[in-house]
């Protein structure tokens, strides 16, 4: 899960990580009233999960509160690159000398978390990365005894910053690992890392993603998700831990699988037969007969799916599991829909049996490409 950029300095403030003062609004009318005691001038943010919004009019600056909300006016409900605003964050404008770039991620080649700093903030790291890779510092961090001060040390001489920064930026930097650990984060980052005349740091704009299981440990991290503006059918599969994907909006034909190859291997398959995937569901492992039947519920419960490849291995999903769930789902679904079923694995043959015994729109097939070939020959397109 990706945090808001809102929901990133919420957190960071909390744990005394340096922010700019700011609101976060969700209507014009709100304005006067929550920027009454922030200092002009100020910046208004459009908060939206893409990048580029600063080139794309996405951040803006205002010198009074007639501008934020002329500003603000303009861009809630708007889209940035396919993205709605929903929100806005309105913070003071802050002053620097030098902005840089900070994170701490989990490198899966070193199999720990890693610190990376760059003199050059402000830019995507990966375009840092081309234009300057001398720039980027990496320093792995040992579990067993966390950031330590020779860490910010080789940072401070390698990247040629001020040393009088040193103090700060421990701080701030055990501070962002203590939040990486405890919010089981893949990623936590400072982008730009503003340095102040006075030796002290802010962090100006940050990203944090989280590892999906988190949701299930971390209160605060459920109800952030929550606040996200998602499809109907994307939360509605989330309360039996499925998840929902959203593909083409005119496509009729929906994909359900239990894992990301076998999914993303029947929707290729499909697409070049040209035919065209509206959306697909990975059910994860061991649905039972009743799971199976909501993840069917929920598919077709979109008006545009009027076709379903059911594509299984079974291992700890057994098959006879899959197909009676199926039957049950297929039985008060209105006509009109049809099911296409491959099963492989722990019981197949019981479940083929329950399949084919059925009286319901509902196709057997023995293979991946036998599928393909059978929405083709319903009529899918």
């Given at each position: 899960?990706?945090?808001?950029?809102?929901?990133?300095?919420?957190?960071?403030?909390?744990?005394?990580?340096?922010?700019?003062?700011?609101?976060?609004?969700?209507?014009?009318?709100?304005?006067?009233?929550?920027?009454?005691?922030?200092?002009?001038?100020?910046?208004?943010?459009?908060?939206?999960?893409?990048?580029?919004?600063?080139?794309?009019?996405?951040?803006q600056f205002a010198d009074n509160a007639d501008d934020v909300i002329r500003i603000s006016d303009k861009l809630l409900f708007t889209e940035i690159k396919g993205h709605k605003i929903?929100?806005?964050?309105?913070?003071?404008?802050?002053?620097?000398?030098?902005?840089?770039?900070?994170?701490v991620i989990l490198d899966r080649q070193t199999k720990c978390p890693m610190i990376i700093f760059s003199a050059e903030g402000g830019m995507d790291i990966e375009e840092t990365a081309v234009k300057s890779p001398d720039s980027i510092i990496k320093v792995k961090i040992d579990p067993a005894i966390g950031v330590q001060g020779y860490m910010i040390q080789y940072i401070v001489n390698k990247s040629g910053i001020s040393k009088n920064i040193a103090p700060s930026l421990l701080e701030v930097i055990k501070q962002l690992y203590k939040l990486f650990l405890d919010y089981d984060a893949l990623l936590m980052e400072i982008n730009p890392l503003l340095i102040c005349e006075d030796n002290t740091l802010i962090a100006l704009d940050g990203k944090i993603d989280v590892d999906d299981s988190a949701l299930y440990r971390q209160p605060l991290v459920k109800e952030y998700r929550d606040e996200l503006q998602e499809e109907e059918l994307i939360l509605e599969a989330?309360?039996?831990?499925?998840?929902?994907?959203?593909?083409?909006?005119?496509?009729?034909?929906a994909v359900i699988s239990n894992g990301s190859g076998m999914l993303m291997s029947s929707i290729d398959l499909i697409s070049k037969a040209n035919m065209t995937v509206g959306a697909a569901l990975d059910l994860?492992?061991?649905?039972?007969?009743?799971?199976?039947?909501?993840?069917?519920?929920?598919?077709?419960?979109?008006?545009?799916?009027?076709?379903?490849?059911?594509?299984?291995?079974?291992?700890?999903?057994?098959?006879?599991?899959?197909?009676?769930?199926?039957?049950?789902?297929?039985?008060?679904?209105?006509?009109?829909?049809c099911v296409v079923v491959r099963l492989e694995g722990t019981n197949k043959e019981e479940g083929v049996n329950i399949l084919n015994s059925s009286k319901l729109d509902i196709v057997s097939v023995d293979g991946l490409l036998d599928g393909v070939k059978a929405l083709a020959e319903r009529g899918a397109v």
């Open positions: 899960m990706k945090f808001m950029e809102y929901q990133a300095r919420e957190t960071f403030a909390k744990y005394d990580i340096p922010v700019m003062n700011g609101v976060v609004i969700d209507s014009v009318s709100q304005i006067k009233e929550k920027i009454k005691d922030l200092k002009f001038p100020l910046v208004v943010k459009a908060q939206v999960q893409v990048g580029g919004r600063g080139k794309a009019g996405g951040i929903n929100k806005l964050m309105i913070v003071e404008k802050a002053n620097g000398i030098m902005e840089c770039y900070l994170s989330r309360k039996f831990r499925f998840l929902y994907i959203p593909i083409e909006e005119k496509g009729n034909i994860g492992g061991g649905a039972t007969a009743d799971r199976i039947k909501e993840a069917v519920r929920i598919v077709l419960s979109n008006e545009n799916i009027k076709y379903l490849y059911i594509n299984i291995f079974g291992g700890i999903t057994r098959c006879n599991e899959v197909a009676q769930g199926v039957k049950e789902a297929m039985e008060i679904q209105p006509k009109g829909k």
